[in-house]
């Protein structure tokens, strides 16, 4: 026989992030009839929903638990236009799981479901996720869409989708989502990681700890405070190269807080940038990277998909024309203009949606670049090439706004998109994948020769002038620079010597010899232009 346990969920009046919806076996006569039957008594701490930490989103006060099947309720974050209330992403702690095999259930619209989760729905390939210590995620043991009454062909008006484990959870405490979680603090984590790298520095807009502004912060639909977050940025290259002779490429994610599985994918570019392959110091001498690791964290700490606290009714992928108002998305801009001088050679958007790739889709570019993406990761992957008209109106969208001339006037910009995954290697595989095509699209892989070092200085009193030795290196023209005094004047090119000279004179006879002069002499090269 069985014993039904309804206990209804006892909810709080506030509206706190806080909230909890309790369930237990309170009853002393129900809780001996089970023990009668050889059910265990529930000693243990009573199951509790929770979404109060950095990227929560769930909808607490709607969720239910009975006895130990907990229906979720997700935050309806994006409300107008054919997205209007789709339900990602969802993320939250339970509370009161050690030993327990509770079973999940969510309603969600099938559209949400196969456009972004798996195809032809949850069940294709999609899996919640569950984790003790928010780092280390585990896909649960089973995942289903309840057909029931409803023929295989026909499409269900309301899938209840359903997870759960086989056997018990081995902790009180148990973080759930829907995919794999980058929160806030994990981008602040990866950027202290590399802050004192050689090859790393703040953007020209940002301070000492990287930081180019602060989101304005607000309250989200069910009044839970979300606090003005971060805004990061920072550059990889390496700074004893002149600027002037390398190309300029931004990568930008988390204009959409809800996409965090991009995240994965920027750190695993951003890591293998500052490595010690001799790939990522060949990109490092040809190129500025300029990094904008998360546009929008308010939406991303607030547990939004689309839009953000600010402005929950507008997407945040249409307003790049002009993003007065959205204060993060405003700081975002101008440091990106600002910090490149709004002339860059590509732009990376690491934002794309769910979708499951399993063919490459549609591009406009046959370059060696998307040859080599194609070439690794061709069952997974989709890369849209984006360009735009410069005499036409400014683009509301990121990444053609990059290509803008009133933008970035990027020569192209790039969005590739991964399909989702629990493999936190596997995302970052695929940003070192993407920086490795890179490295194979430039014409010359060869190391930059270094600068050659002076052997000598010589002063002629008579003649007035300065006679400078150095080291040829093979290939190189030489620019010699000098400044009197670095404190407060820059160096200043001298003069010029052709391809194979190993020394030169500079005459002061019109001037007199300066009472002090620092030189240093800088090997070009003609050919790469620089």
């Avoid at 026909?154 to 899938?159: F, G, L, R």
């Avoid at 806030?184 to 180019?212: E, K, M, Q, Y």
Wanted: glycine share 8%.
């Amino acid at each position: 026989s069985q014993v039904p346990v309804l206990n209804q969920p006892n909810k709080p009046s506030d509206n706190t992030m806080n909230q909890s919806y309790p369930c237990s076996l309170a009853n002393g006569l129900l809780c001996a009839t089970l023990l009668s039957l050889g059910y265990p008594a529930a000693s243990q701490a009573e199951m509790t929903l929770h979404a109060d930490f950095d990227s929560a989103s769930l909808n607490v006060p709607q969720c239910e638990i009975i006895g130990q099947t907990i229906t979720l309720v997700p935050r309806a974050t994006f409300p107008v236009g054919w997205r209007a209330n789709k339900y990602l992403p969802l993320s939250f702690r339970l509370t009161g799981a050690r030993g327990l095999t509770p079973r999940f259930e969510v309603n969600a619209p099938p559209l949400e479901i196969g456009a972004y989760l798996g195809g032809a729905g949850f069940q294709a390939e999609h899996q919640f996720l569950y984790s003790y210590d928010r780092e280390n995620w585990i896909p649960f043991d089973n995942h289903q869409v309840d057909r029931a009454n409803y023929p295989p062909d026909i499409a269900i008006p309301d899938q209840r989708y359903q997870f759960s484990n086989s056997s018990p959870f081995d902790a009180d405490t148990v973080y759930v989502s829907s995919q794999l979680p980058y929160p806030v603090s994990r981008v602040r984590s990866l950027v202290d990681s590399i802050a004192s790298h050689r090859h790393v520095s703040p953007t020209r807009g940002a301070d000492s700890d990287f930081i180019i502004g602060h989101g304005a912060g607000g309250v989200d639909e069910l009044g839970n405070l979300v606090p003005p977050q971060e805004i990061l940025a920072f550059r990889i290259t390496d700074l004893t190269i002149p600027a002037f002779a390398k190309k300029k490429i931004v990568l930008a994610c988390g204009q959409h807080g809800g996409v965090t599985h991009l995240s994965p994918v920027l750190e695993g570019m951003v890591r293998f940038l500052v490595s010690d392959d001799p790939r990522a110091a060949v990109l490092r001498d040809r190129t500025t990277f300029y990094v904008y690791p998360l546009l929008s964290p308010d939406s991303r700490y607030g547990g939004y998909w689309r839009s953000g606290p600010e402005h929950p009714d507008i997407d945040y992928n249409r307003v790049w024309s002009d993003p007065s108002g959205f204060t993060d998305l405003t700081i975002a801009r101008d440091s990106m203009v600002a910090d490149t001088g709004g002339d860059i050679d590509a732009f990376f958007c690491f934002y794309d949606v769910w979708g499951l790739h399993e063919d490459l889709g549609t591009t406009n570019s046959a370059s060696t670049y998307l040859e080599e993406i194609k070439a690794i990761w061709a069952s997974r992957l989709e890369v849209e090439v984006y360009t735009v008209d410069p005499t036409g109106p400014v683009p509301p969208y990121l990444e053609e706004w990059a290509t803008h001339p009133e933008g970035l006037n990027a020569e192209s910009a790039f969005t590739p998109s991964i399909a989702p995954s629990f493999d936190l290697g596997r995302y970052q595989a695929f940003g070192e994948a993407l920086a490795v095509a890179l490295f194979n699209d430039l014409p010359d892989q060869s190391p930059i020769p270094s600068d050659p070092e002076i052997t000598s200085i010589s002063v002629d009193r008579t003649h007035q002038s300065v006679t400078i030795n150095w080291t040829p290196v093979s290939g190189l023209a030489y620019r010699i620079e000098s400044s009197p005094d670095l404190g407060s004047e820059p160096w200043q090119v001298t003069q010029w010597e052709a391809r194979g000279q190993s020394t030169a004179t500079i005459s002061y006879a019109s001037t007199g010899l300066p009472p002090r002069m620092m030189y240093r002499v800088l090997g070009f090269d003609a050919e790469r232009g620089r």
